[in-house]
């Protein structure tokens, strides 16, 4: 067994193919159903992780299985023929560095962003409440966690750190002169949806409402809580809408062209300001193509992301460096502790197999090693693999294996 992962993300696929490939609400329960189902016998837990940026699925398994695990994994979701070439794949010790730098922000398309160590946990948390994220996996995401916020709060990665809301502020501050006179409507009562409204609300934009599915009571801050309206009052709203910000879980946009066009002649063509921060897109692409609608979707957040990049980027060969070094650290640790487990079973399988006479001679032997050499029935592996201990680290583990 050995850690694996396969994904997508920004620098490998564009944002209409990374839409395709996506695990969240709407579908998480039906790829864990078939990844149980269809990898159960030789993958022994995994997780998955889908963010604005990428797609991936990591997994404790056989070794050398990634390939026809993520082939059926895509068309699982329907998606082999337009995905396949942009996923990547990594295993051990490559899998775990990649998903250090994954939730550190080193990965991001916003160097050293802050929300990602976030997803990455409440995934990891997700999994393992459900009973799929356990053992092995569980252990090596838990390190994983600790080395990414040592690379974050070791350096200045993190430093001033933008946001997919911080983008989006910036991108209204571009746009209005005075953005706190204009008026915003939220699709959406998720935590991205809550950054953006907390993040507008202190930098001086108070007039706010949002729109869910459900009606939900959502508390920003000590000084600024609002009640969500329910979708279908979307249409009624966008009309005295100045910036319209979404950020919800849908296979399809939800926000067409028509229903902008429309609230556009009730507007007088005042202009509106649109930022689609859905994975899949939340609204329609055609929306562009009118005058005074102005689309920015993730793809578009990139343009904006360039401010401290030279300050971010030295930071970034700080935090890698760290990471590298805990990543052997920890690597080393792992090693030995599995070569002692390997150790350990293999004195209980001997134990298990000497007689009382042998077991005390075995005990007050100078060498146990040389003596075991002599004993019918053990195995050259078996030798080796306790080859490496101390006298007295194999009497200990014999002990404690004749008295469990």
């Known amino acids: 067994m050995e850690l694996q992962l396969f994904g997508i993300n920004h620098k490998t696929s564009k944002l209409s193919h990374r839409e395709l490939f996506i695990i969240n609400d709407s579908n998480q329960d039906d790829f864990i159903n078939f990844f149980k189902e269809e990898f159960g016998h030789f ?106 916020k040592a690379a974050r709060t070791e350096t200045k990665v993190g430093h001033n750190p933008l946001s997919v809301s911080g983008l989006s502020l910036k991108i209204v501050q571009e746009i209005f002169e005075d953005p706190t006179q204009q008026k915003l409507t939220i699709v959406g009562a ?28 959502l508390q920003i801050n000590d000084s600024f809580s609002l009640v969500t309206s329910n979708l279908f009052k979307l249409g009624t709203l966008i009309e005295t809408t100045d910036i319209l910000v979404t950020s ?47 689309l920015f979707t993730i793809e578009d957040i990139e343009l904006v992301t360039q401010e401290n990049l030279d300050e971010r980027s030295a930071e970034a060969l700080k935090a890698m460096q760290i990471i590298k070094e805990r990543i052997k650290l920890f690597s080393h640790d792992r090693f030995k502790r599995q070569y002692r487990n390997e150790a ?57 294996i004749r008295s469990a």
Do not use: W
């Not at 950054?195 to 949002?210: L, P, S, W």
């Not at 005390?360 to 100078?366: A, C, G, K, M, Q």
């Not at 146990?368 to 592996?381: A, E, N, R």
């Open 43 to 148: 993958v022994e837990s995994f997780f998955s992780l889908s963010t604005c940026n990428r797609t991936e699925v990591y997994y404790y398994g056989e070794p050398g299985t990634s390939i026809s695990i993520a082939q059926k994994t895509l068309e699982f979701l329907g998606c082999d023929d337009i995905v396949q070439d942009g996923i990547y794949f990594f295993d051990d010790e490559a899998a775990i560095e990649h998903m250090c730098c994954v939730a550190s922000g080193l990965d991001s398309q916003v160097l050293g962003e802050q929300e990602i160590l976030g997803q990455f946990k409440k995934s990891v948390q997700n999994y393992t409440k459900l009973g799929f994220l356990n053992n092995q996996l569980l252990r090596v995401t838990e390190e994983i966690i600790s080395i990414a």
């Open 190 to 217: 998720g935590q991205m949806a809550m950054n953006v409204i907390e993040n507008f609300y202190e930098n001086g934009i108070k007039n706010i409402q949002a729109v869910n599915r459900s009606k939900k009571f």
């Open 248 to 294: 919800v879980n849908s296979p399809l946009p939800i926000i067409g062209k028509g229903l902008i066009e429309d609230a556009m002649r009730l507007r007088a063509n005042k202009p509106m300001l649109l930022i689609d921060l859905g994975v899949p897109r939340n609204v329609e692409d055609q929306v562009r193509d009118l005058e005074y609608a102005y």
């Open 344 to 400: 350990y079973e293999a004195l209980r399988t001997i134990s298990l197999s000497l007689n009382q006479q042998d077991y005390f001679e075995l005990l007050r032997s100078d060498d146990p090693c040389q003596f075991l050499q002599k004993i019918d029935g053990v195995s050259t592996d078996q030798l080796n693999q306790i080859s490496a201990l101390n006298s007295h680290a194999i009497f200990s583990m014999l002990k404690e």
